[in-house]
């Protein structure tokens, strides 16, 4: 994914009436432009998304907003590929 789609992304997540409700997950999302914004790698800015999001879900009897769902498949790909190559990528097999 590049940089400008997930910087798009984020900013019509954060836009969602339902999301926009919720502060934690906009803080973070917040964080995560500016980290995009100051040249941070799109992989790893993915992968904490993902992260927050699953978190989300676990909290939340795995109900969430659809722009949050949205962006969990967009940066999906990316998230998973940090592990790539590490021997870590399926650590639970």
């Given amino acids: 994914m590049k940089r400008q789609e997930l910087l798009d992304l984020i900013q019509q997540t954060c836009l969602d009436k339902e999301v926009a ?4 997950v906009t803080t973070k999302l917040f964080r995560a432009y500016r ?3 100051d ?3 799109v992989r790893l800015v993915c992968q904490e ?3 927050m999001i699953s978190k989300y879900l676990i909290l939340n009897k795995y109900k969430a ?3 949050l769902l949205v962006l969990a498949k967009a ?3 990316d998230a998973n590929s ?3 190559g590490t021997g870590l990528s399926n ?3």
């Fill in 35 to 37: 980290d995009l914004e």
């Fill in 91 to 93: 650590p639970f097999r």
């Fill in 82 to 84: 940090v592990l790539k």
């Fill in 65 to 67: 907003p659809n722009a």
């Fill in 21 to 24: 409700t919720d502060t934690a």
């Fill in 49 to 51: 998304i993902n992260n």
């Fill in 39 to 41: 040249g941070k790698e």
């Fill in 75 to 77: 940066t999906e790909n």
